[in-house]
């Protein structure tokens, strides 16, 4: 049986860490930073049910809430936002490898995601391997606003996850997106399903979770 999750606050660092641990049995090896998208938090239950299973896989996984969430309780980020959100990820990342042997892991789900990418893109060796949920390609309905302009840059390795129905990309549209990434990247397409990849209010996909990790292991290793 795993651990507990167990709340984590790191306040020696700027910006804070704040979240929580989600320990594996065995001695710890990979770890995974884990964040969420605009307008939710670390305790969404997406991030909490694929936070279990990892651990589950052995790997130390830390959800963490990013600087703006800590800030304010509710609402999206705001646009001068980011930069210090990319500065939260990359102290998370920091927090996290002093508990692990392994290699590193980051990635989240929607904004959390995408802000992933742009610190690896600017930060080439940070992390081994990024997993990116319902990665924001462009707004609904605006496909000609696509977030793009940074994946030329981005060299780590990219396991993105993304629903058939999502609003902010086709699948078509992603696997064009893919290919300006210069690292290996992977799409699983999970079908049927939306932005909230099957976790909306009470609503969760059960056998999400463990088809992420699969799709992990075979693609990092």
Not at 193 to 213: I, M, Q, T
């Amino acid at each position: 049986m795993l651990p507990s999750p167990e709340p984590f606050v790191e306040t020696t660092v700027d910006p804070q860490v704040r979240g929580f641990i989600h320990r594996p049995a065995a001695a710890a090896g990979d770890g995974f930073v884990l964040t969420h998208g605009a307008g939710s938090n670390s305790r969404a239950p997406l991030l909490i049910a694929l936070a279990d299973i990892f651990a589950g896989a052995g790997l130390t996984v830390l959800r963490c809430d990013l600087p703006y969430r800590q800030s304010r309780p509710y609402g999206p980020p705001r646009p001068g936002d980011a930069t210090r959100d990319r500065e939260g990820l990359k102290t998370a990342v920091a927090a996290l490898r002093k508990m692990i042997l392994g290699r590193m892991f980051l990635g989240g789900h929607s904004y959390g995601g995408r802000q992933s990418t742009m610190l690896c893109a600017d930060q080439p060796g940070l992390v081994e391997g990024l997993l990116l949920l319902s990665y924001p390609l462009h707004p609904p309905r605006k496909p000609d606003q696509l977030r793009i302009q940074h994946l030329p840059r981005l060299h780590t390795p990219a396991l993105f996850v993304h629903g058939t129905r999502d609003p902010f990309g086709t699948p078509a549209e992603m696997e064009s997106a893919l290919g300006l990434i210069p690292a290996k990247t992977r799409l699983l397409r999970i079908e049927g399903v939306g932005h909230d990849l099957g976790f909306k209010g009470s609503a969760r996909k059960d056998e999400l979770p463990a088809l992420v990790v699969a799709e992990y292991q075979g693609f990092f290793g």
